[in-house]
């Protein structure tokens, strides 16, 4: 179940250090254009929405629905190989963005296109953290 | 300047096996490029230009040197499983434009035996949309086109019995195939009934995971004049690139929106004129997404069009995949554009298995997908006629 899911270390490339290090403080960050103001996913100091050189980093909310999600029964992935049933789903964030990520502290079962979802955080422990989604039930809409 | 009818297809070759543990990738490249030389009625010292993806070497160099081309013209563009057909495009291109005579695609693989490279062949440093997307458990390409069917399901109403209507489809055509690794002819409940590998994607909804490979010589109009052999006209070709689009990536569509139309208006054809398909079916959702994106149906009513056999030859509305398709008969290399425009060609020369050759197949179309439709994916539609269409 999705409680024993890996977290795998993320590998830390150039552009986005303060993006992992947020995390280990439960932020979310997203990039957006300091000239055309359009939140940018994947973070990249650069906007594919304008070719905007000047961009930065801003914290999300943290919100969001699914966008779309599968259940995945068989797996070659270390790791995750050992946690079937697990989800893994495009969130579409309260910004835009559709991010990937997985679906948690639900049954796969319940999970649903349109479900509100909220961000949290599941520690590496290698100074960082994964962005996964649970349910949102303050965001009050039928599941 | 169009390629329309600047550029024949004079030879193809597909491997004859499915599992090949005991040679090299190069050597398969060599066979197989042996073969449709041999099928055209040319030989190695005629090639001029050479077309091959990236996982076939350093570029073209590795290949090149095995079968000792001597090119004036190469191309490596990749763009994953729709690669051979952008090569077929770009060949022709290169022919009509008088940078060559005589060029040969080729594509090897070996997944069943070997594990291939990883994402991007296996070289350089993992691009910045990986580190974000290789976190979360994605299993293959199967998980990203799952993410695509719950969607289209979601918007359209799409049935698991709709998608599985593909694979019956396929094997209907894989039976008459002695070389398909699947010959069994599949019904809707099996599929449905197969193990669920990503939701809403039974294992029967994949296409098989083979060794071999395949290839195809493309020809200038004076070559294929002097040649005894049948070949296929080079109507028309269109390419695209479609990704994540800064994060709003929409997955109920493909790239073939803007390749097909390219291609068509190159041809200079309709839909109504085209007798034959391959269609790109690394899963049975790949096949719906792309004829409603060519224009065969209405956005979201592919799972529709595809019952009451529309697909399956030779007398369906519109005949599919003769072969057997990467659902049942091959997909090497995990790339299925190369057997999608061999078995066009068969067609168009009469050749594909008598139980389902097309009367009077005259103009056909190839359509390769790479990458993935859950995220980035290349798309290339051929259009391809007899020698007098």
């Known amino acids: 179940m999705s409680s024993t899911l890996p977290n795998p270390v993320p590998a830390v490339s150039p552009g986005s250090e303060e993006f992992w290090a947020a995390t280990a403080e439960g932020k979310l960050l997203l990039r957006h254009c300091d000239d055309c103001g359009t939140p940018i996913w994947y973070p990249r100091p650069f906007c594919p929405a304008c070719g905007s050189l000047n961009t930065s980093w801003f914290e999300a909310s943290g919100r969001g629905t ?14 995750y190989r050992d946690a079937l049933p697990y989800v893994v789903a495009y ?5 835009g963005p559709r991010v990937m990520t997985n679906i948690v502290d639900c049954d796969p079962d319940q999970v649903t296109v349109g479900m509100p979802v909220r961000v949290v955080f599941h520690d590496t422990g290698q100074g960082n953290a994964l962005y996964r989604f649970q349910p949102d039930p303050s965001a009050g809409a039928d599941r | 300047m169009s390629i329309r009818g600047k550029a024949f297809i004079a030879g193809i070759y597909e491997h004859p096996l499915r599992e090949i543990p005991d040679r090299s990738n190069s050597q398969i490249h060599a066979e197989v490029a042996a073969g449709a030389l041999a099928d055209a009625g040319l030989s190695f010292s005629d090639v001029d230009a050479y077309f091959c993806d990236g996982s076939a070497g350093f570029g073209p160099l590795s290949n090149a040197d095995y079968m000792g081309l001597r090119l004036t013209h190469v191309d490596s563009t990749e763009t994953g499983g729709s690669s051979y057909v952008v090569h077929v495009g770009h060949a022709a291109e290169a022919i009509a434009a008088g940078k060559c005579q005589v060029a040969l ?21 993992p691009t910045p949309d990986a580190l974000f997307e290789g976190l979360w458990g994605m299993s293959g390409a199967v998980t990203g086109y799952a993410l695509a069917a719950t969607r289209h399901m979601h918007e359209f109403g799409t049935t698991s019995e709709q998608l599985a209507e593909v694979k019956v489809a396929a094997s209907l055509h894989a039976q008459h195939n002695p070389n398909a690794f699947l010959r069994e002819v599949f019904t809707v409940e099996q599929v449905l009934d197969s193990p669920m590998i990503c939701s809403p994607l039974h294992r ?37 690139i479609k990704h994540a689009e800064n994060g709003r990536l929409d997955l109920t569509y493909t790239g073939a929106v803007v390749s097909g139309p390219r291609a068509f208006e190159e041809a200079g054809v309709s839909h109504a004129d085209i007798d034959y398909v391959s269609i790109y079916d690394s899963f049975t959702i790949t096949v719906i997404e792309t004829l409603e994106d060519l224009g065969f149906c209405e956005k979201g009513k592919g799972g529709r069009f595809v019952l009451d056999g529309t697909l399956v030859a030779p007398h369906g509305r519109l005949p599919f995949n003769t072969d057997g398709g990467g659902l049942c008969n091959n997909h090497p290399a995990n790339r299925g554009g190369m057997t999608k425009v061999i078995e066009a060609v068969r067609q168009l020369r009469g050749e594909a298995h008598p139980a389902v050759q097309v009367p009077n197949c005259t103009v056909a179309l190839a359509h390769g997908t790479g990458g993935s439709i859950g995220a980035r994916m290349g798309s290339s539609t051929l259009i391809m006629g007899t020698e007098d269409a």
Do not use: I
């Open chain 1, 66 to 79: 699914v966008y779309t999600f599968t259940v995945v029964h068989r797996s070659g992935v270390p790791g």
């Open chain 1, 91 to 95: 969130v579409e964030l309260a910004e």
């Open chain 2, 204 to 240: 029967d909804d994949c296409c098989v995971v083979t060794d071999g490979g395949g290839a195809v010589v493309v020809v200038s109009p004076e070559v294929a004049r002097d040649l005894n052999r049948t070949s296929a006209k080079v109507l028309g070709h269109g390419e695209a």
């Open chain 2, 105 to 125: 695609v080729t594509l090897a693989g070996r997944p069943r035996s070997a594990a291939m490279g990883g994402g991007r062949g296996g070289f350089g440093d």
